[in-house]
DNA sequence: TTCAGCCTGTCG
DNA sequence: CGACAGGCTGAA
């Protein structure tokens, strides 16, 4: 679900509420979720009297940061976090957790459960970020992406997927990325023109802004950091849309699967 | 570089 | 009922 505009949004959101709060209570739900990630119930439960000072994001992952550790989260699929000024469990069958702080409730709920989550030292977060994640798409300098579409190998789209080398693009941002840059997905990454090249990178940051203007894209379960849905959904040009009239030519939108990830595009606009 | 697998839900 | 869904990993 949640790529980097919906991240931003949900980090953006929790700020008003939580920079400066203290945790007062941990209330796990879903034990197994955290064996899966390989946290001990009871160093989530050791967060207990500190204050979160800094919630940062890299890419589609999300930091809270307290006086000695940092909670990351990947929100996967369905993952969401939300924000609530009293409690409201009653009817959520897939929270995991809920982080109780002096200004209000957290929750983390999660319908698939492809989210991930890791507890790692204050000092360690940097490397972390480093170890996992490229440069965030809302950061990079034009001349680092230009760099590294002239070193890539394979398809455009592929490229833009991959966080290692780029962090924060998912499947809605990256299909309608390429439409708007007009060049097609299977494109070789070396073979951009170097005017492609620079109107990819002007493309990526006006789709990512405004996306965030917008408070992300709702397709089914995204929800921000108040439990609300976003709008861009509403903008987007061909994400979703095979079969239908491409918006500048007419032309019907093709689809086909790349590395497993439906891609919907335009065979006469994208070169 | 495909492809199943991790999970649950919705749509046709 | 099968196909597909904002992600990612690890095995063939």
Same mark, same amino acid.
């Given at each position: 679900?949640?790529? @980097?505009?919906?991240? #931003?949004?949900?980090?953006?959101? *929790?700020?008003?509420?939580?920079? /400066?709060? +203290?945790?007062?209570?941990? !209330?796990?739900?879903?034990?197994?979720?955290?064996?899966?990630?390989?946290?001990?119930?009871?160093?989530?439960?050791?967060?207990?009297?500190?204050?979160?000072?800094?919630?940062?994001?890299?890419?589609?992952?999300?930091?809270?940061?307290?006086?000695?550790?940092?909670?990351?989260?990947?929100?996967?699929?369905?993952?969401?976090?939300?924000?609530?000024?009293?409690?409201?469990?009653?009817?959520?069958?897939?929270?995991?957790?809920?982080?109780?702080?002096?200004?209000?409730?957290?929750?983390?709920?999660?319908?698939?459960?492809?989210?991930?989550?890791?507890?790692?030292?204050?000092?360690?977060?940097?490397?972390?970020?480093?170890?996992?994640?490229?440069?965030?798409? @809302?950061?990079?300098? #034009?001349?680092?992406?230009?760099? *590294?579409?002239?070193?890539?190998? /394979?398809? +455009?789209?592929?490229?833009? !997927?991959?966080?290692?080398?780029?962090?924060?693009?998912?499947?809605?941002?990256?299909?309608?990325?390429?439409?708007?840059?007009?060049?097609?997905?299977?494109?070789?990454?070396?073979?951009?023109?170097?005017?492609?090249?620079?109107?990819?990178?002007?493309?990526?940051?006006?789709?990512?802004?405004?996306?965030?203007?917008?408070?992300?894209?709702?397709?089914?379960?995204?929800?921000?950091?108040?439990?609300?849905?976003?709008?861009?959904?509403?903008?987007?040009?061909?994400?979703?849309?095979?079969?239908?009239?491409?918006?500048?030519?007419?032309?019907?939108?093709?689809?086909?699967?790349?590395?497993?990830?439906?891609?919907?595009?335009?065979?006469?606009?994208?070169?």
């Amino acid at each position: 679900m949640p790529e @980097l505009p919906e991240v #931003e949004t949900i980090k953006r959101d *929790l700020k008003n509420y939580l920079l /400066g709060a +203290i945790l007062k209570e941990v !209330l796990i739900v879903n034990k197994n979720f955290l064996t899966k990630n390989k946290i001990e119930l009871e160093e989530l439960q050791n967060l207990k009297n500190s204050r979160l000072f800094e919630l940062e994001r890299r890419g589609k992952m999300l930091a809270l940061i307290f006086e000695k550790r940092a909670l990351i989260f990947h929100l996967g699929l369905t993952g969401a976090l939300i924000f609530q000024p009293s409690p409201l469990f009653a009817d959520n069958k897939h929270l995991i957790f809920s982080l109780l702080f002096d200004s209000g409730i957290l929750s983390f709920q999660d319908i698939r459960k492809f989210g991930k989550i890791w507890l790692i030292s204050k000092e360690n977060l940097t490397n972390f970020w480093q170890a996992n994640l490229g440069p965030d798409a @809302l950061e990079i300098t #034009e001349e680092d992406f230009i760099t *590294l579409l002239k070193e890539g190998h /394979g398809p +455009i789209k592929a490229l833009l !997927l991959n966080q290692k080398k780029l962090a924060g693009l998912g499947n809605i941002y990256a299909t309608e990325l390429l439409f708007r840059a007009k060049i097609h997905p299977l494109r070789k990454a070396e073979s951009l023109t170097p005017e492609e090249r620079r109107t990819l990178y002007r493309e990526m940051k006006a789709l990512l802004q405004e996306a965030i203007a917008l408070r992300g894209s709702s397709i089914r379960d995204y929800v921000d950091g108040l439990g609300q849905k976003g709008l861009f959904q509403e903008r987007h040009l061909v994400y979703g849309k095979k079969g239908r009239p491409c918006p500048l030519c007419q032309t019907p939108l093709e689809y086909i699967p790349l590395q497993g990830r439906g891609t919907t595009f335009c065979p006469q606009c994208q070169k």
